[in-house]
């Protein structure tokens, strides 16, 4: 039936006026209700560009069928800064997010964490595999494990799992909701043969509105079927209206309240317009266009460009807002590109500078990690650069591990010539940890134990092997040289004891005025005294107290001063006979005393040449002279002291020849 026919019955177009929805009142419902939708469910600055051409596509006629699917809704889950976190920590994280959010929510966090961890784990074998190959390992047999990362990988696959579970709902359902789609058009299609009187019409016209309840209800479909099944929809919805007996009366009301509802439609765009959430506003103008496009039916034509271009207009104020903020965003990430870029020619400089200690590697290390920390850290870059931005970071991080495996390489020749030099010293340590001469071997024990500690690092596989093998003969000496002085020191007790008692008895001896008599006792008290032997050293001093009793016995006798000087130096040199090391500092200091003498006299002789002319009988002359010859006893003292002493280094010397070749007899006569 033509558009210009009216209904046979006046009942048709009174029954459509009261069921006609309330335009104004509805519409004002929906619109706020979108509003609480949006401000509930914002977009993210991808999303937002992702989602943009479904509202930039021109639509100048009201019947254009819908190209996307309406926005889903998706709950912003706030990011942390993931940069900062351990493996564990990122690990927890991952599962917090899994047990607590929506798959479909948290896409952005896992993909961050992955990039994240795994760099970390790369990093991590990375510096494994330089260690195994600076200790000599070959790098075919070289192998990885970390339990963090198989624990890593379960949870991303429990994440992975469920997201494929709710993709394969999601396919399931919009079958399903395809399946019911076009089963509603098999209803509308059906209702044009239920037209007939007027009380058939009413009641298909009910059916009709149902029906459009329905579908509007209904879910989403696959997108390969999105606009084959609306443009079959609409095609039949305008084919009913063709065969409805209406008037033109009811086509233009049914029009106007689609015009009334579409006018608030562009209202509340424009109102978007100074929404400062870019986002929020995004997301609401989506719904406004999902409602445009598929809830909301045709107008007069004569309408329909002008409405349209005032929701286009309406729409481009946001989405100008939206690409303003757009750049913002992108500003940022050219900065962050610029940053990370100056981070990677800094760990390029760092691995092209020359390596050549094991610290100065060390040290290296720490700024190249510090490094790393800021690449992580410096945010996200232009989605066109990330790649190249990535691999340029992950080359110039392997030139600096390739640069210290090289270093390490040529340090393993030289740290194996360290092993035999430490492996020669062990083997003295060794030879002498059993010593009874413990003087000597002492000597020998400090000398490798200096060497030792000017040698350099050997392999670490031999590190301690090597150290604990030369600990123990070195202690296993010193602990025996321990137990040597301990013995000794029991010894020098008992003597100290023993000449105690001596010097008591030497102090209450009483001279008897024959000198040569006295004098043989004087000498028998001295051998006895060097018969005894060593004392402990903090009472050495006895030998200074025995000297003082000599002293005081000596007064008794009528002997020459020299004579008892030199008796008492015979005791003191028997003290240091077996001490190389005293006799040597003896040496020296008669030595030095006699240099000293000498030159005094000869300051003072020549003093003397000031007073040529001066009687000898002047007092300051007399003294001059006095001087002179108290400073040349001192001097024979001296030199009779040294020829005592090189006496007794000679009969020393001769002692020892005779036991060995005493010794040296006895062998060849075992041999024999």
Same mark, same amino acid.
């Given at each position: 039936?033509?558009?210009?026919?009216?209904?046979?019955?006046?009942?048709?177009?009174?029954?459509?006026?009261?069921?006609?929805?309330?335009?104004?009142?509805?519409?004002?419902?929906?619109?706020?209700?979108?509003?609480?939708?949006?401000?509930?469910?914002?977009?993210?600055?991808?999303?937002?560009?992702?989602?943009?051409?479904?509202?930039?596509?021109?639509?100048?006629?009201?019947?254009?069928?819908?190209?996307?699917?309406?926005?889903?809704?998706?709950?912003?889950?706030?990011?942390?800064?993931?940069?900062?976190?351990?493996?564990?920590?990122?690990?927890?994280?991952?599962?917090?997010?899994?047990?607590?959010?929506?798959?479909?929510?948290?896409?952005?966090?896992?993909?961050?964490?992955?990039?994240?961890?795994?760099?970390?784990?790369?990093?991590?074998?990375?510096?494994?595999?330089?260690?195994?190959?600076?200790?000599?390992?070959?790098?075919?047999?070289?192998?990885?494990?970390?339990?963090?990362?198989?624990?890593?990988?379960?949870?991303?696959?429990?994440?992975?799992?469920?997201?494929?579970?709710?993709?394969?709902?999601?396919?399931?359902?919009?079958?399903?909701?395809?399946?019911?789609?076009?089963?509603?058009?098999?209803?509308?299609?059906?209702?044009?043969?239920?037209?007939?009187?007027?009380?058939?019409?009413?009641?298909?016209?009910?059916?009709?509105?149902?029906?459009?309840?329905?579908?509007?209800?209904?879910?989403?479909?696959?997108?390969?079927?999105?606009?084959?099944?609306?443009?079959?929809?609409?095609?039949?919805?305008?084919?009913?209206?063709?065969?409805?007996?209406?008037?033109?009366?009811?086509?233009?009301?049914?029009?106007?309240?689609?015009?009334?509802?579409?006018?608030?439609?562009?209202?509340?765009?424009?109102?978007?317009?100074?929404?400062?959430?870019?986002?929020?506003?995004?997301?609401?103008?989506?719904?406004?266009?999902?409602?445009?496009?598929?809830?909301?039916?045709?107008?007069?034509?004569?309408?329909?460009?002008?409405?349209?271009?005032?929701?286009?207009?309406?729409?481009?104020?946001?989405?100008?807002?939206?690409?303003?903020?757009?750049?913002?965003?992108?500003?940022?990430?050219?900065?962050?590109?610029?940053?990370?870029?100056?981070?990677?020619?800094?760990?390029?400089?760092?691995?092209?500078?020359?390596?050549?200690?094991?610290?100065?590697?060390?040290?290296?290390?720490?700024?190249?990690?510090?490094?790393?920390?800021?690449?992580?850290?410096?945010?996200?870059?232009?989605?066109?650069?990330?790649?190249?931005?990535?691999?340029?970071?992950?080359?110039?991080?392997?030139?600096?591990?390739?640069?210290?495996?090289?270093?390490?390489?040529?340090?393993?020749?030289?740290?194996?010539? =360290? @092993?035999? /030099? &430490? !492996? $020669?010293?062990? %083997?003295?340590?060794? *030879?002498? #940890?059993?010593?009874? +001469?413990?003087?000597?071997?002492?000597?020998?024990?400090?000398?490798?134990?200096?060497?030792?500690?000017?040698?350099?690092?050997?392999?670490?596989?031999?590190?301690?092997?090597?150290?604990?093998?030369?600990?123990?003969?070195?202690?296993?000496?010193?602990?025996?040289?321990?137990?040597?002085?301990?013995?000794?020191?029991?010894?020098?007790?008992? =003597? @100290?004891? /023993? &000449? !105690? $008692?001596?010097? %008591?008895?030497?102090? *209450?001896? #009483?001279?008897?005025? +024959?000198?040569?008599?006295?004098?043989?006792?004087?000498?028998?008290?001295?051998?006895?005294?060097?018969?005894?032997?060593?004392?402990?050293?903090?009472?050495?001093?006895?030998?200074?107290?025995?000297?003082?009793?000599?002293?005081?016995?000596?007064?008794?006798?009528?002997?020459?001063?020299?004579?008892?000087?030199?008796?008492?130096?015979?005791?003191?040199?028997?003290?240091?006979?077996?001490?190389?090391?005293?006799?040597?500092?003896?040496?020296?200091?008669?030595?030095?005393?006699?240099?000293?003498?000498?030159?005094?006299?000869?300051?003072?002789?020549?003093?003397?040449?000031?007073?040529?002319?001066?009687?000898?009988?002047?007092?300051?002359?007399?003294?001059?002279?006095?001087?002179?010859?108290?400073?040349?006893?001192?001097?024979?003292?001296?030199?009779?002291?040294?020829?005592?002493?090189?006496?007794?280094?000679?009969?020393?010397?001769?002692?020892?020849?005779?036991?060995?070749?005493?010794?040296?007899?006895?062998?060849?006569?075992?041999?024999?």
């Amino acid at each position: 039936m033509s558009e210009e026919k009216k209904p046979q019955d006046p009942s048709i177009e009174e029954h459509l006026e009261e069921t006609a929805p309330a335009a104004d009142r509805t519409m004002n419902a929906e619109i706020e209700a979108l509003a609480a939708e949006a401000n509930d469910t914002e977009l993210s600055t991808e999303e937002v560009s992702e989602n943009a051409a479904a509202t930039t596509e021109a639509a100048p006629a009201e019947t254009t069928a819908v190209t996307e699917e309406a926005p889903v809704e998706k709950k912003e889950v706030p990011k942390k800064d993931y940069t900062v976190l351990s493996k564990e920590e990122l690990i927890a994280e991952l599962q917090l997010l899994i047990k607590n959010e929506r798959v479909t929510d948290i896409k952005d966090q896992v993909e961050e964490i992955n990039t994240l961890i795994n760099a970390q784990f790369d990093a991590a074998q990375e510096e494994a595999k330089q260690a195994f190959l600076a200790e000599g390992g070959n790098i075919i047999d070289f192998r990885f494990f970390s339990p963090l990362k198989k624990e890593f990988n379960e949870v991303y696959y429990e994440y992975r799992n469920k997201r494929q579970e709710f993709y394969e709902r999601k396919r399931k359902d919009q079958n399903a909701n395809l399946r019911e789609r076009q089963d509603l058009i098999e209803e509308v299609k059906a209702l044009r043969n239920e037209l007939g009187g007027a009380e058939s019409v009413n009641t298909t016209f009910n059916k009709f509105k149902d029906i459009q309840e329905r579908w509007n209800n209904a879910g989403n479909i696959p997108r390969d079927r999105y606009n084959l099944v609306w443009n079959d929809y609409y095609f039949h919805i305008d084919a009913f209206y063709e065969l409805l007996h209406l008037n033109r009366d009811f086509r233009d009301k049914h029009f106007k309240e689609n015009l009334d509802k579409k006018l608030l439609l562009i209202e509340r765009a424009e109102e978007l317009g100074a929404e400062p959430n870019i986002n929020k506003a995004f997301k609401e103008l989506q719904l406004l266009h999902r409602m445009w496009k598929e809830e909301i039916g045709p107008v007069a034509r004569e309408y329909s460009d002008e409405i349209w271009d005032k929701f286009s207009a309406a729409t481009k104020k946001i989405h100008d807002a939206r690409d303003e903020k757009q750049k913002e965003v992108e500003a940022v990430w050219v900065q962050n590109l610029e940053q990370k870029n100056e981070i990677i020619a800094k760990i390029k400089e760092v691995a092209q500078d020359d390596i050549k200690a094991h610290k100065t590697v060390q040290d290296k290390i720490k700024k190249v990690e510090a490094l790393r920390d800021e690449f992580f850290k410096a945010g996200k870059v232009p989605k066109e650069n990330n790649e190249e931005t990535w691999a340029s970071f992950k080359e110039a991080t392997k030139l600096f591990n390739h640069k210290k495996n090289d270093f390490y390489k040529s340090q393993k020749k030289e740290q194996y010539d =360290n @092993l035999a /030099k &430490k !492996q $020669a010293l062990v %083997k003295i340590a060794q *030879e002498h #940890k059993d010593s009874d +001469d413990i003087p000597g071997t002492l000597d020998v024990m400090k000398r490798i134990q200096a060497d030792w500690k000017k040698v350099g690092h050997v392999p670490r596989k031999d590190s301690d092997k090597i150290w604990k093998e030369f600990k123990e003969a070195c202690n296993h000496f010193f602990d025996r040289m321990k137990d040597s002085k301990k013995q000794a020191n029991a010894g020098e007790q008992e =003597n @100290l004891e /023993k &000449k !105690q $008692a001596l010097m %008591k008895t030497i102090k *209450e001896a #009483k001279m008897t005025g +024959d000198r040569t008599a006295d004098l043989a006792a004087i000498k028998d008290f001295i051998e006895d005294w060097k018969a005894i032997g060593r004392v402990p050293y903090a009472k050495k001093n006895i030998d200074q107290d025995f000297n003082k009793v000599l002293d005081g016995l000596f007064k008794q006798l009528d002997i020459d001063k020299k004579e008892a000087e030199l008796i008492k130096y015979e005791n003191r040199m028997s003290i240091m006979v077996d001490d190389e090391a005293a006799i040597e500092r003896e040496r020296f200091f008669i030595r030095k005393k006699i240099d000293e003498v000498k030159a005094e006299i000869n300051q003072l002789e020549n003093n003397l040449g000031f007073f040529q002319h001066v009687a000898d009988d002047n007092p300051m002359v007399a003294e001059v002279h006095k001087n002179i010859a108290r400073h040349k006893e001192d001097l024979n003292m001296w030199k009779s002291k040294l020829r005592k002493l090189r006496m007794a280094i000679t009969e020393s010397q001769k002692v020892e020849e005779e036991e060995t070749a005493t010794t040296e007899d006895t062998e060849d006569t075992s041999d024999s």
